[in-house]
């Protein structure tokens, strides 16, 4: 589908009649309806998997796992854009915008600005429920880590909602509900936590631009309102109410960004919870959360976060080694830092350098050398006939600087492609290394931003 320009977004402003968006039944809403305390002062949330059967805004069944692997490739490729600072090839989606009206009325004065695109969403996104406004009312919200700016569906969705787990956020029912004007530093504060800059409407209402690697979009006003996570509310958040939200983002209200950004949801809770968030990821068949503030730093191993110019808002370690039943992979420690690795909740395959990814095909496909190889599925190359639950893997662990380690078990070596084939849910990288989710999943995975540094520790989920 051709992207919608932002001048027809502002014409049809004017006329258009709001998308209906059926209010969709929750089966399990009894599940994720109360968010709950964890740890003293720190808030915990429920977190599903996409594929969970009681995920709120779960992706369909029968969805074929080639176009998960289509959306983790669109993914991939928006984090090597951003990092080589370029526009990618295949997500980038031109926007007409203007210069000083943008959604409340036409104008003769436009300019065109590309936008450049953030992270791709696909199907491999966790799902929780984040309160809004005043009264608060829950709404079901993607959690990237690899996105800054939260933003959700917002009636009266003047150009376009996709279709959505509940009802869509109607600011006029919030008493503690604000638009934010153009000259605020958070309106500023945008283009890096978009990656796109801000516009300006006619009645001096900041404009927000967020455009994913799978070009889906979102384009609304810059607001503010009181953010809740059960009994507990946080005023003066900033957020995207969006206008006009187009792609594959589910049946999400909208997303939750934890990068390292002013904008991000983690940055502007900090004064109050502390400049920390921890997750354990669930697999389909359990329960997970999110969690953000204090944390007992007692069950973690640590690694440093590595510094970088090449994104700042992004989270990076270093990879220090890989051991396949209990034997190095046979490779020189270098080519772990070859490239940069980020650790990431969206990305669903682990991506390793080249030379590693080879080295740990080859141990791996040697320790199951009794079980029967199957054809390669899509980008994964070392397969076998089977459920990853029903073979014996070899134990694998990924070592970290500074100590910490994930030891992966079969669910996170393996990954069911179909009904009778797994396969190693590891591929090369080409710029940049990526810690997925599914060696992530049962883990309990802290960001500790303030002292600088990511822990890992075993069982985290039920």
């Given amino acids: 589908m051709a992207p919608l320009p932002l001048l027809l977004a502002a014409f049809s402003l004017l006329f258009a009649v709001a998308t209906p968006i059926r209010d969709i039944t929750d089966a399990c809403s009894s599940q994720v309806q109360d968010f709950e305390h964890l740890n003293g002062s720190a808030m915990h949330l429920p977190l599903h998997h996409p594929r969970g059967p009681c995920s709120p805004a779960a992706v369909p069944s029968d969805l074929p796992f080639s176009a998960v692997?289509?959306?983790?490739?669109?993914?991939?490729?928006s984090f090597a854009a951003r990092l080589a600072k370029t526009p990618s090839s295949s997500a980038a989606r031109p926007i007409t915008t203007t210069s000083a009206t943008s959604l409340d009325r036409p104008d003769s004065s436009l300019a065109s600005v590309p936008l450049t695109p953030g992270t791709s969403f696909g199907v491999g996104n966790y799902v929780t429920r984040m309160g809004l406004g005043t009264p608060a009312k829950p709404y079901v919200m993607v959690v990237d880590t690899g996105s800054s700016l939260t933003w959700l569906q917002c009636s009266p969705c003047r150009i376009s909602c996709h279709r959505q787990s509940g009802p869509v956020f109607d600011p006029k029912t919030s008493s503690s509900y604000s638009s934010v004007s153009c000259s605020t530093p958070q309106c500023t504060d945008?283009?890096?936590?978009?990656?796109?800059?801000?516009?300006?409407?006619s009645s001096d209402v900041c404009i927000y631009q967020a455009s994913y690697g799978d070009s889906s979009f979102s384009v609304g006003y810059l607001s503010k309102d009181t953010v809740s996570f059960g009994s507990n509310s946080v005023p003066n958040f900033y957020y995207g109410c969006g206008q006009d939200n187009e792609g594959l983002f589910g049946r999400s209200a909208g997303l939750i960004g934890l990068a390292r950004n002013k904008l991000s949801l983690l940055y502007q809770l900090a004064p109050t919870l502390?400049?920390?968030?921890?997750?354990?990821?669930?697999?389909?068949?359990?329960?997970?959360?999110?969690?953000?503030?204090s944390y007992n730093p007692g069950q973690y191993s640590y690694?440093?976060?590595?510094?970088?110019?090449?994104?700042?808002s992004l989270y990076f370690i270093k990879l220090a080694g890989m051991t396949v039943a209990g034997k190095p992979l046979s490779v020189s420690s270098s080519e772990y830092s070859s490239l940069p690795?980020?650790?990431?909740?969206?990305?669903?395959?682990?991506r390793l350098p080249t030379s590693v990814y080879t080295a740990l095909s080859k141990a791996v496909a040697g320790a199951m050398k009794g079980t029967k190889r199957a054809d390669a599925y899509s980008i994964l190359d070392t397969c076998f006939i089977g459920q990853a639950s029903q073979l014996r893997a070899p134990a694998v662990t990924m070592d970290f600087a500074g100590g910490a380690s994930l030891k992966l078990k079969a669910q996170n070596l393996l990954v069911d492609v179909d009904s009778s084939t797994t396969c190693l849910a590891f591929a090369p990288a080409r710029s940049a290394a990526i810690i997925g989710n599914t060696q992530q999943q049962s883990f309990s995975v802290v960001y500790d931003v303030k002292s600088n540094k990511i822990g890992f520790a075993a069982g985290g989920c039920k």
């Fill in 69 to 77: 692997l289509t959306h983790d490739a669109a993914r991939i490729a």
């Fill in 190 to 201: 945008l283009s890096t936590a978009t990656l796109n800059p801000a516009a300006c409407s």
């Fill in 274 to 293: 502390g400049y920390s968030f921890s997750y354990c990821l669930p697999s389909s068949s359990s329960s997970g959360y999110l969690s953000i503030g």
């Fill in 303 to 312: 690694t440093p976060m590595v510094a970088s110019n090449l994104d700042d």
């Fill in 341 to 350: 690795t980020i650790i990431d909740s969206g990305t669903v395959i682990t």
